[in-house]
Each structure stands twice: as structure tokens, then as C-alpha cells.
């Protein structure tokens, strides 16, 4: 739960609104005086009405910090963050697929963030948001990268390419086609970052002599995680295209 400074330490991490506010039930056993509808201590619109914990039973408590949470994960985002001061903004330049962007950049916001909020290419998919599922990879001067654990004011005069960028003049990037070809999908969310990263691979590996074989392109393929499952076709589309490519 968010907390904000300058509020006593045994409050709840919870403030309490007016029911009219929000118009919602009241929990069960709450007395009047401290009971409704309860958003997130961060948020400044509301009119704050303290209550104690103390006030309430365990199974109150619980009632109203299960209700709050709701409530928080409801809050717009732009609700819940400061808005940065002109100090704070950071210009940058970056050029995505091949097409250069002048920015200005909260320098908070992620790579992820910028390419679907703002660039509005939203291929890269955000999945966990934490580096655990490889959906939000995309590929920064040819390496693969997170784009969800990544800010995007570090990759000023960056060059990203992002599943949008790699197909060339209408024609799919090859590991576009073996994917169709060797039905390397089933729902689709992970294959953006499942081809980023394959295109990646394929860069790490390119002009080694070494054959690439299933069991090395499961391990470098294992930070994008497939929950239909597709890997062993995953793992056939990449071994064709890196035959072509190397042979
Ligand atoms: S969304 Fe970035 S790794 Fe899951
Ligand atoms: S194809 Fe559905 S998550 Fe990979």
C-alpha cells in the first residue's frame, strides 16, 4: 500500500473518502464515523477523514483494506504519480524502426511505456512488467532487451527496433514467416517478444561455427516465457531460420 510522507505513522495505509463521494456500500460493522469507500493515502483530490485501526475489529479491517485495494487498482495512473517539474524533463532522441524521434521524457517512464503509450506501437507486449516473461522485448542496436525494466531516457541516440520494425518493404522478416510456418503461436501475446528475442539470438550467434541445437536455443530462449506453450515449434521456427542463415 502507498503511504505519503508527513501523515503520522500509525495511520492506516488507507484514508477514508465520504460515501457520497463514490457511493458504495458500507462494510460490514463499520460505524458511520469512519466507514466508506477508501482510496489510496497518495491520492490528493479527495477530502481525507482519518480513522484508526484501532477502531475497527480483524475482520473489519480486512474487509475495508480488501475494498481499498480494489479501489487502488482503479486509480488512473496519472492520478496515483507527481507530474514532473521542467527540470525534471529530459530531452532525448531516439530512433525507433528506422524513424528518429525527438523527445520529451518524464525520466521515469519505461522503454515499454514510451513505445505503447506514447509512439503508440503496441506489439511489444507488457506482460509482467517485472523481467519475467520476455513479452516486452525488443531490440536495441540488434540486442534484445526488456523493454519494461528499461527507462527510456537511457537509450538516448539509441537505435530500437521493435516487432513493427522487422519486416522491409511489406516482405516478413524470416522469422516472421517460419513462425506462421512452423505454427510457432497459438493466442499470440508472447510472439512479438518471442521474435525480438529470437532476432537476437540469431545476432549473438551469427558466424560461429558451432551448430545451434534445441537444447541451446530453449536456454537462451528461456527468459520468454510462452503459456499456450507453442516451444517446441518456437524452437523449430528459430533452428530453420538459423539453418538458412548459417548454411
Ligand atoms: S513485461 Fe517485460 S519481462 Fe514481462
Ligand atoms: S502463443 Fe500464447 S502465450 Fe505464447
Known amino acids: 500500500m502507498p ?17 457520497s463521494a463514490v457511493g458504495n456500500r458500507v462494510p460490514d460493522g463499520i460505524r458511520p464515523h469512519n466507514y466508506s469507500l477508501l482510496r489510496p493515502a497518495c491520492n490528493p483530490h479527495l477530502p481525507i477523514v482519518e480513522f484508526s485501526r484501532d477502531d475497527l475489529s480483524r475482520r473489519d479491517f ?25 527540470s525534471e524533463i529530459v530531452d532525448c532522441a531516439i530512433t525507433v524502426n528506422g524513424r528518429e524521434y525527438a523527445l520529451t521524457l518524464d525520466p521515469r517512464i519505461t522503454l515499454l511505456d514510451l ?15 517485472h523481467g519475467q516473461c520476455g513479452a516486452c522485448t525488443v531490440l536495441s542496436g540488434g540486442t534484445r532487451i526488456n523493454s519494461c525494466l528499461s527507462l527510456a531516457v537511457t537509450h538516448n541516440g539509441d537505435f530500437i527496433t521493435t516487432i513493427e520494425g522487422l519486416a522491409r518493404n511489406g516482405d516478413l522478416h524470416p ?11 497459438q493466442c499470440g501475446y508472447c510472439t512479438p517478444g518471442q521474435i525480438c528475442s529470437a532476432a537476437g539470438l540469431l545476432n549473438e550467434v551469427r558466424g560461429r561455427a558451432k551448430p545451434l541445437d534445441d537444447a541451446e536455443i530453449r536456454e ?16 523449430a521456427a528459430i533452428k530453420a531460420v538459423r539453418g538458412r542463415v548459417a548454411g
Open 62 to 86: 480486512m474487509n475495508v483494506a480488501s475494498l481499498s485495494a480494489g479501489i487502488a487498482a482503479t486509480v488512473p495512473l496519472a492520478e496515483a504519480q507527481t507530474v514532473p517539474s521542467a
Open 175 to 185: 522469422l516472421q514467416a517460419a513462425f506462421i510456418e512452423h505454427d510457432g503461436f
Open 115 to 129: 513505445l505503447r503509450e506514447r509512439l503508440h506501437l503496441t506489439g511489444a507486449k507488457k506482460g509482467c512488467d
Open 3 to 19: 503511504t505519503c510522507s508527513g501523515l503520522p505513522s500509525r495511520l492506516p495505509t488507507f484514508l477514508a473518502a465520504p460515501p
Open 220 to 235: 537462451r530462449m528461456s527468459g520468454n516465457i510462452c503459456r499456450c506453450g507453442a516451444y517446441p515449434n518456437i524452437v
